[in-house]
Nanobody
Framework: QVQLVESGGGLVQAGGSLRLSCATS????????MGWFRQAPGKEREFVAT????????YYAVSMKGRFTTSRDNAKNTVYLHMNSLKPEDTAVYYC??????????????????WGQGTQVTVSS
């Protein structure tokens, strides 16, 4: 069973940048499509981005496209989410997740099999 641990969250001013990391263990990262989701207080978990097993295919939520970039380094068992031009509405707990669907097209949280504990991102205005 794969374990996921997110890091890199924190407090940043609007317009700033953060890079989240998702370190994996207990499995072969290249066996999974990976996704990023976020959840703000009182809201449902929201799709952010997904990446295929090779990193060759990525999808982004409309509101993040052009500002967020996901990548992966299978040799380092790590997935990344680079976030630029952050806005206060990006404030949420960010989660990485692993899916047995490897093509990177899974955008529903129900399609993911393993989850990290989340990392808080707070964007101040």
């Amino acid at each position: 069973q794969v374990q996921l641990v997110e890091s890199g969250g924190g407090l940043v001013q609007a317009g700033g940048s953060l890079r989240l990391s998702c370190a994996t263990s207990g499995g072969t990262l290249s066996s999974y499509g990976m996704g990023w989701f976020r959840q703000a207080p009182g809201k449902e978990r929201e799709f952010v981005a997904t990446i295929s097993w090779s990193g060759g295919t990525t999808y982004y939520a409309v509101s993040m496209k052009g500002r967020f970039t996901t990548s992966r380094d299978n040799a380092k068992n790590t997935v990344y989410l680079h976030m630029n031009s952050l806005k206060p509405e990006d404030t949420a707990v960010y989660y990485c997740a692993a899916s047995w669907r490897t093509d990177g097209s899974e955008r529903s949280p129900h399609g993911y099999n393993y989850w990290g504990q989340g990392t808080q991102v707070t964007v101040s205005s």
